[in-house]
């Protein structure tokens, strides 16, 4: 089963950018189907982000405009870039995949951190 590592999180002022990443390795994330969650304090965990294997997105609506999923050239690599962001997208953010009806391979996540 694949095995994801999220990382590039961090504290950033509001209107500010990152780029989270998201890796597995030993193994190829091109024919799976990528997310990108977030978890805000005390909130659920929602899809902000997906990707399928011909490299066709969708986004919530929350972040349309100002994230973009992306695959790596490497083919084990998922990226998220954030910009203009908002203290609201402060939150902890996941990658899975998609296995049949599930999502699978949930690393520890990154914090993301926007001050206002």
């Known amino acids: 089963q694949v095995q994801l590592v999220e990382s590039g999180g961090g504290l950033v002022q509001a209107g500010g950018s990152l780029r989270l990443s998201c890796a597995a390795s030993?193994?190829?994330?091109?024919?799976?189907?990528m997310g990108w969650f977030r978890q805000p304090p005390g909130k659920q965990r929602e899809l902000v982000a997906r990707?399928?294997?011909?490299?066709?997105?969708n986004y919530a609506d929350s972040v349309k405009g100002r994230f973009t999923i992306s695959r790596g050239n490497a083919k084990n690599t998922v990226y998220l870039q954030m910009n203009s962001l908002k203290p609201e997208d402060t939150a902890v953010y996941y990658c899975?995949?998609?296995?049949?009806?599930?999502?699978?391979?949930w690393g520890q996540g990154t914090q993301v951190t926007v001050s206002s």
């Open positions: 990707i399928n294997s011909g490299g066709s997105t």
């Open positions: 899975a995949a998609e296995y049949g009806s599930a999502w699978v391979g």
């Open positions: 030993g193994r190829t994330l091109s024919r799976y189907v």
